[in-house]
């Protein structure tokens, strides 16, 4: 193993979304003691740190990012205790446990904001971002809301307005109040002190607003049908250069405890992105880098942002790369069952900590959700929602996957989930669990594949070819992203045996001056 990095830098990253993972309370919801009961199907896998999205308390208006209280955990999923024993067990087993932060904006019925719109001279008052209404009784300007509509909600008892960058029901706090700042470092503090090992920050990015609170520009290129939202670009509403102080302190309160990471949420364009690591690297240990999920799936423009990446971040930052997540389309819909199979060669040997969605490993896709089963926020208001990619997971043939004894689970499941369960694929030698399994322990036992160097050897046509290496060794990986048999030329010193291929049936295999690939194959090849 490479000594010199940290356990978040040479580890594997799995998300689990608590309501879809294991139910075992029968209610239809996931919780906590289901991910107890399955951590050792994690150590099976290879994880070695889990993120808990939300789980404390909660009016679940949009599913716990609507947090009422921060240092309590939800009775849906279960209590502290339960929390307690959840961290304790991961790390028996060598897992880490991170926690999702959601540091941008509280429940509207969270204690602090019901003092906060109680009166306006409360000492909370200026906890929350409250504005007077301009002279005709418009809102302070005209900033939009994620999930649909204007971000101001009016509040009769007080006739002001609150901002809202989500749902009326999630007021955005003041980070520019060193009150807010002290109070969230200590939620932080709270569960650092309980053994949790880091956290995800949601929206890192939304904690900081303009000052004046000017108004969002036009966005030239929205078109008429797509998200509302990007009607205006953000410019004044998110990603203000303060916010960098912010990560900073909030860095500090990690960096008085041993070996805690901070990993942020960064929807933000690449030269933007990499100023989270902050100066001299103070910032996050890891702003998500979420490119995979939203560039064009061809060879070219994946190996060039890879290069751009590779050359943006600053001295000593440690990269990532990210698949799936709870907001996005699975990646199995994106770009197909076999294609997806290239897609976890492909985040399992680039340079950096890879973050993998539940699922994912059994090429979970999403599913269409009947109208009636529609329950998230965004598809509701806007007709665009992720219920399809936050379906529960798959775990046998019996009744409700093996994730629920409830009549009926919370979302619908997969009609495929009799045949494709981790109790059929981890019996099945060539299936997407077991590729997911070889994959992350080549990885963990190979130094040039978990803090090698990255050099692209080429991205052209259909093909994206690299090399990872390590004091004299090394890997080449060649991956087919197109749907026909390609014969790829190798140099000298890219000669040596496959370790593996996504079809799982070509180990030791002897390649020279080329490589075949059958459509849809990625291969490792160990050099030398």
């Keep these: 193993m490479a000594k010199e990095h940290l356990w978040w830098q040479t580890g594997i990253v799995y998300q689990i979304y608590p309501r879809s993972f294991q139910d075992t309370s029968g209610n239809g919801v996931g919780d906590l003691p289901g991910i107890l009961s399955r951590l050792d199907y994690l150590q099976w896998l290879g994880v070695t740190a889990i993120w808990i999205s939300p789980c404390f308390r909660s009016p679940m208006k949009d599913f716990g990012y609507d947090v009422s209280d921060y240092r309590d955990i939800d009775p849906l999923f279960g209590t502290l205790s339960d929390m307690d024993d959840v961290i304790a067990a991961a790390h028996e087993r060598g897992i880490r446990v991170i926690l999702d932060f959601v540091p941008n904006h509280t429940s509207d019925q969270h204690p602090w904001f019901i003092e906060s719109r109680s009166s306006r001279d409360n000492p909370k008052r200026d906890w929350y971002i409250w504005r007077d209404a301009k002279a005709d009784g418009s809102p302070p300007n005209n900033w939009l809301a994620n999930f649909g509509g204007i971000g101001w909600q009016w509040d009769e008892h007080t006739n002001q307005f609150y901002y809202h960058a989500f749902l009326r029901e999630q007021p955005d706090l003041n980070w520019r109040n060193p009150e807010v700042r002290e109070a969230?470092?200590?939620?932080?503090?709270?569960?650092?002190?309980r053994g949790v090992d880091g956290f995800r920050v949601d929206v890192l990015y939304h904690l900081i607003k303009d000052e004046q609170l000017r108004d969002n520009p036009e966005n030239p290129k929205w078109e008429e049908g797509e998200n509302p939202y990007r009607r205006l670009k953000a410019v004044y509403s998110s990603d203000q250069d303060e916010v960098h102080d912010v990560v900073r302190?909030?860095?500090?309160v990690f960096d008085s405890y041993d070996d805690r990471v901070i990993i942020g949420e960064t929807y933000v364009p690449l030269r933007r992105l990499v100023k989270y690591y902050g100066e001299n690297n103070d910032g996050a240990h890891m702003?998500?880098?979420?490119?995979?999920?939203l560039l064009e799936w061809r060879p070219e423009r994946i190996g060039e942002f890879i290069d751009r990446y590779e050359g943006a971040l600053p001295e000593g930052a440690w990269p990532n790369w990210v698949l799936g997540n709870h907001d996005y389309p699975r990646v199995a819909w994106r770009v197909g069952a076999a294609q997806a199979r290239i897609?976890?060669?492909?985040?399992?040997?680039l340079r950096g900590t890879p973050t993998l969605y539940y699922g994912d490993e059994l090429g979970m896709a999403d599913i269409e959700i009947p109208p009636d089963r529609v329950v998230d926020p965004p598809a509701l208001t806007l007709g665009v929602g992720r219920d399809g990619e936050r379906t529960p997971m798959q775990w046998d043939a019996s009744p409700n996957a093996g994730f629920t004894s409830a009549e009926e689970p919370w979302l619908p499941l997969a009609p495929d989930y009799a045949a494709q369960n981790t109790a059929v694929q981890r019996e099945d030698t060539l299936s997407m669990l077991t590729l997911h399994r070889r994959l992350i322990h080549l990885r963990?036992?190979?130094?040039?594949?978990?803090?090698?160097?990255y050099h692209r050897m080429y991205a052209e046509g259909d093909i994206l070819a690299y090399s990872r290496r390590h004091n004299g060794g090394g890997f080449?990986?060649?991956?087919?992203?197109?749907?026909?048999?390609?014969?790829?030329?190798?140099g000298p010193a890219d000669s040596g045996r496959?370790?593996?291929s996504t079809h799982l049936d070509r180990e030791g295999d002897e390649v020279s001056s080329r490589v075949k690939l059958r459509p849809d194959e990625g291969v490792i090849i160990r050099l030398g």
């Design 343 to 349: 897609a976890a060669m492909l985040l399992l040997t």
């Design 184 to 193: 969230m470092f200590g939620v932080l503090r709270f569960w650092l002190d």
């Design 249 to 252: 302190e909030m860095r500090r």
């Design 498 to 500: 496959i370790a593996l």
């Design 476 to 490: 080449a990986v060649i991956l087919n992203l197109g749907g026909s048999e390609q014969v790829v030329e190798l």
């Design 444 to 453: 963990q036992s190979e130094d040039a594949l978990m803090a090698g160097t």
């Design 287 to 293: 702003p998500f880098n979420f490119q995979l999920l």
